[in-house]
């Protein structure tokens, strides 16, 4: 079987058979899901005219619609139309050396978070069978093909999962408890789809693995805290860090530079 | 076809489904099994600030009773109060499945305009510590003991859970085995430890029969509910009630997943009569088929109203009385800023790994466990109208028993035995049969 060209066409197959897969689960909302496309498809169809780019295409919004619509959960209409409208925004306004740092669908998410309580996210919506077998899948793509094998993302679960481990070592609970905490829907999306961004990431490898770590210690740090959700907050509150870690290893790579200055989309 | 609402039945189920230990595990002192027969906890909750009443149905001796509840702080005499049972009563009673039923109209009847009102509602109510020499040397500290109500509370904290447990052999609680690996994680998170037993003397004094729930308040940005220490001496899932009452949404868990009960069903009539069976049937039924993970949502309200009631709402008083802290004035005829879940937990070693961890969502939507009887017209029907109406009502019948069947999985026979004269005919008409009449 021949695989797409472009790697995201795969992504976007996975999330959405994740989305058809939430479906089949009880109480996975789908209302929304109209209002975070056209809301993620028009900003950057507007944002595009607006400042005269030359069109980039509509995968990369699409990737973002679809990871609003997995994680973002909603009391009210206006809540997915701000999350989609901001999240395609930041690409275009909060731009440092000219690229963007955060990964759109997380700082949307974030931001209607922070701003009303009626933004919530449920990391186990899915159920836990359904979400093993999809971690599976994953791997399996992440072995497969070059869209899912980012550096980023495996330094990201590798921290992560050793992280946890040594938590639930110390606190002398058993193996069951670690499983059942990388069974969420949300790790998985967040460890493919988000931190896996390659336009949200440093560019030098080794920032982005040290980048991945640094996420990784934050959110343990969050989750210690009870922070609701700490992986998602803790890739916002890193963000600012890419720009840094390029500053940092411009010298080294002086090359990479110029080749994403004129594009805003991810 | 037109249909009347005429009377809703609603049957609280506490009573239909069995229950046995809340968060806590409870411990005899002497031999015997014990298990406290049904688990209702009510938690409050507003930013960090919690209030949690831990009710039971506590069966044995009362001296064989003791609960072991791990907090996060060590909490001073007026964060403990012991409040009345009627409280989790009422809330368990305005918020149970209910079963409404409703009245066929004459099939035959002209009416001058359809009338779609409420009927009557009518619920149906369900259903001497160690000297402290000995606890130094076992790492045990007591940090503070006091008697509320009929109550004599001891909080501990312990550098070791062998040493607790140790501490609670001593002091004469029967201890289920494995006990200190479940008691690890909390030391180890520097939780002290709530160990409630009852003083017969204050007891007696007091009157009550039963004994009434404990209640904690304390700030924590914790919204958990430990249940691992339950487990210490279970012997099958068990069954336990979260009433979370909150201020701004729908709770759920964080880190199970919660789903709603399958709900507002149309079942067949002789479910009237089975109840209790129906629902425990059910909820075992959507349990199972969520992998035994999952948590159910049973009702999801304002308090300000509901529609229909199976139960009033609960007054002022007695939400101030469950801990609600933030009502201020009075509320009429509409909302106020409170939102009543009720989550039913069945909960095993081996499906909850983890103690149960909350979230406040924004979800202000309602949901209730709603279930629909339809009884039939069963005047003399004469007109034209009639024959349509009994072939509908027999279609009717069997989306109902369908229904019933998918719900509970119990078998078709069982259902049709149920239904008696009722049961859909086994072959309905052939299509073409009214073809050319």
Redesign the interface.
Known sequence: MRLPKDARWLQIAFLASFLTLGLT???FPLWHAPLIFAACLGTQLACEKLLKLKPAGLLSPLITSFGLTLLL????WW?PVVAGVLAIGSKFVLRIRGRHFFNPANFGLCCVMLL?????C????????AILLLWILALGCAVAHRAFRSDVSLAFLGSWILLRAARVL?????A??L???LA?GSLLLFTFFMISDPKTTPRDRASRIGFAAIVACVAFELQL??V?NPIVWALFICAPLTPLFDLLTEEKAPCALPQSLLSPSP | MRTAPILALAVALSAASPARAFCGFFVGKADGKLFNKSSQVAIVRDGDRTVITMGNDFQGEMTEFALVVPVPTVLSREQIHVGERKLLERLDAYSAPRLVEYHDGDPCAVYPYAAMKMGVMRSMPVAASPPKEMAKALGVTVEAEYTVGEYDIVLLSANQ?DGLEAWLRESGYKIPAHAS?AL??YI??QMKFFVAKVNIKEQRKSGYQALRPIQIAFES???MLPIRLGMANADGPQDMIVYAITR??RV?????????MPSDVELPEFVQHQFGNFYKSAFAKAWND??R??ILTEYVWNMGFCDPCAAPPLEQEELKQLGVFWLEGSYHGGGMPLTLTRLHVRYDA?HF??DLAF???????TFQGRYILRHPFRGEMTCAAAGNYRQELDRRRREEAKTLASLTGWDMARIHAGMGRDAPVDQPDPWWKKLWQ
């Open positions: 689960a009880r109480d959960r909603a009391g009210v809540v009303t309580p009626r933004a919530w449920s990391p186990t919506q899915w159920g836990e069978g110390y606190l002398g609970q058993r069951p408890v499983i059942h905490q969420q805290r009870f609701q | 859970s690996k690890a994680p180890r998170q940005p914790r919204f701004n949404g759920e868990s964080s880190n199970y997943q919660t789903v709603k969520h992998g993970h999952a081996e790994p983890e979230q406040e969502t924004g979800d202000q939507g």
